[in-house]
């Protein structure tokens, strides 16, 4: 079980790096970009199917999503010169929360 969050955790980790990678792909005409964003995204996905094998789909996807979400918005607020205001801090304190919630609806 605890490999499987591991690969979770590094999906999440390569989701996150492929969509900071975005910008850098110029809409799709930087090739190289383009290929770094793509092969990040299908090694993240390749990751998630291994997870679901062990864990539910249903909190795999959550936990894939909303923690991808909230790293993200981290990673933009560091690294991309995005701003953190009070609205997005709340919003991404509710995403990990609810995170946090349905694994522990999940462990019952």
Do not use: C
């Not at 969050?5 to 850098?24: D, F, H, K, N, T």
């Not at 909303?66 to 509710?94: H, I, P, Q, S, Y």
């Amino acid at each position: 079980m605890a490999i499987a969050w591991a690969l979770l955790m590094a999906a999440i980790g390569v989701e996150v790096a492929a969509s900071a990678a975005l910008p850098r792909t110029h809409s799709f005409r930087d090739p190289m970009w383009t290929a770094v964003v793509l092969a990040g995204y299908a090694t993240s996905i390749w990751l998630l199917a291994l997870v679901v094998k062990q864990l539910p789909v249903s909190i795999a996807y959550a936990v894939w999503a909303g923690l991808g979400t909230a790293g993200m918005a981290v990673v933009g607020v560091l690294f991309l010169d995005e701003r953190l205001d009070l609205m997005k801090a709340a919003a991404l304190a509710l995403i990990v929360l609810g995170v946090v919630l349905l694994n522990l609806a999940g462990a019952h």
